[in-house]
């Protein structure tokens, strides 16, 4: 095993870092690194010696006496010294002498490849280190996943965690049930539409391959992550998610669903309440048949079973579920689903493995021994999982969730919610207040997690993925006491030059600028900001273009008026991020105080982009109406009030139904300015558009009070691809002109 690992260093995959000679430039970084003088020669292969050899090349050393996963490394002018206990401590220590060897040794045919002399301890902080792929929504064809492995080996994470179903997809060759991947891999295409706005497949409808891994493609990404010391876990999503599944062999879901099933292209509405049905016994021998053959194929220690995001919906309407509970004497649907989690979960143990759900099984009822998932927000649940007995991998969707923006959203494809940015993921700490010394023994490690509703292609995932999963990487290996933000930033700029290489764009969404533009004294204060902490920002106000000449940024700038700032981020005199270019608009609501209802950002200037989390929209539930109310300062000659809106089809926002303005003097007494309707046809409008919703006075008048009254439109009709949700409006800006 020990020759194999050499091999997959030095012929498999030739990553290279020509600057790491200068200093600690690992990622991860180790628990110590020391710098000596001199370096060691490779010529044009290195040679793998036994451990009791004396000569020139790389000898590895075993040594019962370390931690697993732990090696040291030992570079003099003479040979390399790798010492461990097991092959992955070996491996380990391979991928830093990996990352000392200089840029572009791999496409070299021959030559001389020095590495700096240095002496490295090194062991990890958590023993699960993981980045989670849904291939489900988006397929990520073998190819392209084994490139992945790659990248993951070299930082030193050990878990691949396949969501393979969903939905959306099946995505996994299956024997028995062959309509699993033959119907379940597809689904009917929405080209030009979102994820989150497209209708579900009407019966008979058309669908297109979305591709599926064979038993062998399998086979072969599981001994070649395996090589890699990776372990591969697979994700069979129950009782939800499974519309996909269900779409090839309905009769298991419940009897009293009578809506069409079929694999969803998108969120689904409320088509994505077909769950399996937890009272029919065919479910469970359905189930426990694949996981026979998902066992067969994965020799994981840990499978994955989900149990997430389950609307009991047709649950409470079975007869069979509601039998079910009767003799299994449970109270409610939830308890119901933990008995449903439990069965599985007892025969996935039969086999000697362990089983794995996400943090809703906190409240259903964890499984005996269960590995929890902790996803919600900040992974609250997680943490209620560890103080229950269990052990717990956290991967909270408010820090280490892919699908976030990663950056200023200006510049950014167009996904949802708001920011996880690389800086975010890297300081991340799992280990937050109200955790136990108890609880943190049961903290078995952290996890990226990419959801791919919004991925169309692998250039995506890619982009989504790195470099943030080197920051997850960090978080997972290396102790507080040894994480450096301003070390880590030339890290990381090392680590993508190797992606690049390897084909693998990364994005650089860390070099782009953030603004906040707020009200302040009358005038709008501008924040420039970047989370790279080694860039100058420069900007201009003329209209030009940022050099590196160009005014630099060091404090907030103040403005009155009308103006475009331009500002980019320069490195060694060379533009290293985006051009944001943000136009600040003046009208007579500008940078004035908002009486009632509403933030700052609906007076600062900047318009919102088609990207509702940018920070410059304002949400609201659409079921009360909203006021709001801009003192101008003083009396003022009005001709036009506006509104600026969105209209979010896929997230059930929409315009106003109808707005009132009113105008008062004295912030008393008001009377009505004039109104403004939604045109008949445009009710619930499908899209994603932004409009000024204006009244214009015939006869303009003074006025120092201006009030909006906004009218939403309700809950969403039958035929919305969020049917009977609460819909909400999104405000950007007040305009009075």
């Known amino acids: 095993m020990m020759r194999k690992i050499v091999s997959i260093l030095f012929v498999t995959l030739g990553f290279a870092v020509s600057s790491a000679a200068q200093g600690n430039l690992l990622i991860p970084s180790p628990v110590s690194f020391e710098r000596k003088s001199g370096s060691f020669v490779f010529t044009d292969r290195p040679v793998l010696l036994p451990s009791?050899?004396?000569?020139?090349?790389?000898?590895?050393?075993?040594?019962?006496?370390?931690?697993?996963?732990?090696?040291?490394?030992?570079?003099?002018?003479?040979?390399?010294?790798?010492?461990?206990?097991?092959?992955?401590?070996?491996?380990?220590?391979?991928?830093?002498?990996?990352?000392?060897?200089?840029?572009?040794?791999?496409?070299?045919?021959?030559?001389?490849?020095?590495i700096p002399c240095v002496r490295v301890y090194d062991e990890p902080r958590f023993s699960y280190r993981g980045y989670m792929l849904d291939v489900a929504r988006f397929f990520t064809p073998k190819e392209d996943l084994l490139r992945i492995i790659d990248c993951m080996s070299m930082l030193?994470?050990?878990?691949?965690?396949?969501?393979?179903?969903?939905?959306?997809?099946?995505?996994?060759?299956?024997?028995?049930?062959?309509?699993?991947?033959?119907?379940?891999?597809?689904?009917?295409?929405?080209?030009?539409?979102?994820?989150?706005?497209?209708?579900?497949?009407?019966?008979?409808?058309?669908?297109?391959?979305?591709?599926?891994?064979?038993?062998?493609?399998?086979?072969?990404?599981?001994?070649?992550?395996?090589?890699?010391?990776?372990e591969v876990i697979p994700e069979i999503e129950m009782p939800a998610h499974s519309n996909a599944a269900l779409a090839a062999y309905p009769l298991l879901a419940c009897p009293v669903v009578d809506k069409f099933i079929g694999v969803l292209p998108g969120l689904g509405g409320n088509h994505a309440d077909i769950i399996f049905c937890a009272g029919n016994d065919e479910v469970f021998t359905f189930l426990e048949d694949i996981l026979d053959e998902v066992m067969e194929l994965f020799p994981s220690k840990m499978i994955h079973l989900g149990g997430d995001e389950a609307w009991k919906t047709h649950w409470k309407q079975c007869p069979l579920c509601q039998e079910r509970?009767?003799?299994?004497?449970?109270?409610?649907?939830?308890?119901?689903?933990?008995?449903f989690m439990e069965r599985i979960a007892s025969y996935v143990r039969s086999h000697s493995r362990e089983v794995a759900g996400w943090d809703e099984l906190v409240e259903t009822g964890i499984p005996e021994n269960a590995v929890v998932y902790g996803w919600r927000g900040f992974g609250q649940a997680g943490m209620d999982a560890a103080r229950l007995g269990h052990r717990v991998v956290m991967t909270p969707a408010r820090v280490t969730y892919l699908i976030r923006y990663q950056g200023p959203q200006w510049f950014e494809p167009l996904t949802y919610f708001g920011n996880n940015r690389l800086y975010d993921i890297y300081s991340y700490e799992p280990l937050a207040s109200g955790w136990t010394d108890e609880m943190a023994e049961r903290l078995i490690g952290v996890q990226a997690s990419l959801w791919t509703e919004f991925c169309h292609s692998v250039e995506d995932v890619n982009y989504l993925t790195f470099p943030r999963l080197a920051a997850l990487a960090e978080l997972g290996w290396t102790r507080n006491e040894n994480k450096s933000w301003d070390r880590f930033q030339k890290s990381v700029d090392s680590f993508s030059g190797r992606l690049r290489r390897k084909g693998v764009v990364p994005a650089e969404s860390m070099f782009n600028i953030q603004h906040t533009v707020v009200p302040e004294d009358g005038k709008l204060k501008v924040v420039l900001d970047c989370e790279r902490t080694d860039v100058q920002i420069r900007y201009t106000t003329?209209?030009?273009?940022?050099?590196?000449?160009?005014?630099?940024?060091?404090?907030?700038?103040?403005?009155?008026?009308?103006?475009?700032?331009?500002?980019?981020?320069?490195?060694?005199?060379?533009?290293?991020?985006?051009v944001l270019t943000l136009p600040l608009k003046w009208n007579r609501a500008t940078a004035g105080r908002l009486v009632s209802g509403g933030e700052p950002l609906l007076l600062n200037g900047v318009r919102g982009s088609l990207r509702r989390s940018d920070f410059e929209w304002e949400s609201r539930f659409s079921g009360e109406p909203v006021r709001l109310c801009v003192d101008l300062g003083k009396e003022t000659v009005i001709g036009r009030a506006a509104l600026g809106c969105i209209n979010d089809f896929g997230m059930s926002v929409h315009l106003p139904l109808k707005v009132e303005v009113a105008l008062s003097i004295d912030g008393q007494s008001f009377e009505n300015a004039g109104e403004w309707s939604l045109p008949d046809g445009e009710a619930f409008a499908r899209g994603t558009f932004k409009r000024d919703i204006a009244v214009s006075l015939d006869n303009p008048v003074s006025a120092r009070y201006v009030s909006?009254?906004?009218?939403?439109?309700?809950?969403?009709?039958?035929?919305?691809?969020?049917?009977?949700?609460?819909?909400?409006?999104?405000?950007?800006?007040?305009?009075?002109?």
Not at 708 to 737: K, N, W
């Open 52 to 114: 009791s050899a004396a000569s020139d090349g790389v000898e590895l050393v075993s040594d019962p006496s370390m931690k697993e996963e732990a090696y040291q490394l030992e570079v003099s002018p003479r040979k390399v010294v790798i010492r461990a206990r097991d092959d992955r401590g070996f491996f380990y220590g391979l991928q830093t002498v990996r990352q000392l060897l200089p840029e572009g040794y791999e496409d070299a045919s021959s030559g001389k490849y020095a």
């Open 156 to 230: 030193k994470l050990n878990r691949l965690h396949l969501h393979l179903c969903d939905d959306n997809g099946w995505r996994l060759e299956m024997k028995k049930y062959p309509l699993l991947h033959e119907l379940g891999s597809r689904r009917v295409d929405r080209p030009g539409e979102y994820f989150s706005e497209r209708m579900n497949a009407r019966q008979g409808e058309p669908t297109v391959p979305g591709g599926y891994y064979t038993r062998d493609d399998i086979r072969e990404i599981v001994a070649y992550a395996s090589q890699r010391q990776i």
């Open 325 to 339: 509970m009767r003799k299994e004497n449970l109270s409610d649907e939830e308890q119901l689903q933990g008995w």
């Open 542 to 578: 003329d209209g030009s273009q940022p050099t590196p000449k160009s005014s630099l940024y060091g404090k907030p700038l103040c403005f009155s008026r009308d103006v475009e700032i331009k500002s980019a981020t320069f490195k060694g005199g060379v533009m290293v991020g985006k």
């Open 708 to 737: 909006f009254t906004v009218y939403g439109q309700g809950r969403t009709p039958a035929l919305h691809c969020r049917p009977d949700s609460d819909s909400r409006m999104c405000f950007d800006e007040i305009i009075v002109e």
